[in-house]
């Protein structure tokens, strides 16, 4: 008879969580540690509260990272894709519901997921501890890692230690970014730590276009005019900036290369419907059909009457052309993004950068030291929208807990 695996989980938020029913029903003893009261606070938050946990369209191009030379993510998604999302869920009692490729619980509540998970957790008879704090962790070579903390300052002894502990994004339920000194104890290599998910803030007062809600496409350009990388979807401008699905998108790669000294810009199409030459058209044709119509009248039915009067204060009708000046000022209004961005934390979803992803294998196990593993957000990996970063914390959680039990060889 083989011998039980002793296998500790430090951090329960979604990566800790799937890791540890992972490991358990694979056959291990598992200790899930947490710092916080609670377990799985954050997944409360997610998806406006609804928790999409899945997506259909999972795939490699749906991430950034800075240190995936080795292909990681991709390994990681096809053998944990969208299907074993759904199959695992299904198998704790959550019945899912499709919204744009989204994967939602049929109950629109994300406490439904917390709850399922938790009865799991009970059911495979998992030690839960929370108010774990200052945890370490002493790495020996004999396969024994021993796991200090103020509850058990003697330290208690394990066969792995999988640290799914975070990034620095909502901090409020847990995510203080602990995590990373405690992989850097173990020698792992960390990337800077930028937020993503987040607002673009802008050198440029928005207050003007405050509270307006459009269709737009923005895209990210270097100082050179190159494109990083576009987002459709609906846009939010506040007083400081840009919100929205589509801002929230390139937002990773915005703090990434802000926080690396570039100066990066974001152009923005009001109107994403068609080209440019199919915009001049149309504004052509309607001021065919309403020739008693000013400029601002003539937009009406286009944009919101605020954004109406912001996008056509600086066109002057008497000059010639100024329908091309329209069509800039619409479909490519360029605004440069604030430095600002890479020092708040607050309103992001989840963080860019993190643990090396060339410094763990294929099962996320640290390279090096072997036992030690690193999920979830703590790693370089970032998602867009959609349910992207919530599926990485399941796929690696569930790839790092089936292999320190033994069950992946």
Known sequence: MSEVKRV????????GIMAGITAARSGAAVSLLEHTDSIGSKILITGNGKCNYTNTGISRSRYHSGTDRAGRIESITDRFGYAEAVSFFESIGITGRERRGCIYPYTDTAE???????????????????????????YRKSNCIKVTSELFLGGRDFDSVIIACGGLAARKTGSDGSGYDLMRSLGASTTDIYPALTPLLLTEDLSAIKGVRCEAALTLKDEKGSIIESSRGELQPFEKGLSGICALDISGNASRRTGAGERVYVETDFYPLCDDAGFQRMIRKRMECFPERNLTELLNGLFPKKLTGYLVHPVDTREDGY??????????????VSPDIIKDFSRAQTTAGGVSLEGI?????????????????????????????????????????????????
Do not use: P, Q
Request: glycine share 14%; net charge positive; proline share 0%.
């Open 8 to 15: 500790a989980v430090i951090g329960a938020g979604a990566a």
């Open 361 to 409: 294998d294929e099962n996320c196990m640290l390279k090096g030291r072997d036992g030690i593993y690193a999920v979830g957000e703590i790693l370089d990996a970032d998602g867009v929208c959609g349910g992207y970063n919530l599926h990485f914390a399941w796929a690696t959680g569930y790839i790092a807990g089936a292999h320190a039990a033994g069950m992946i060889k």
């Open 323 to 336: 329908i091309g000046t329209l069509t800039e000022n619409i479909k490519h209004h360029r605004y440069e």
């Open 112 to 138: 439904s997921v917390r709850t399922a998970l938790r009865l799991e957790l009970k059911k495979l008879g998992t030690e839960i501890v929370c108010g774990c704090k200052n945890i370490k962790i002493i």
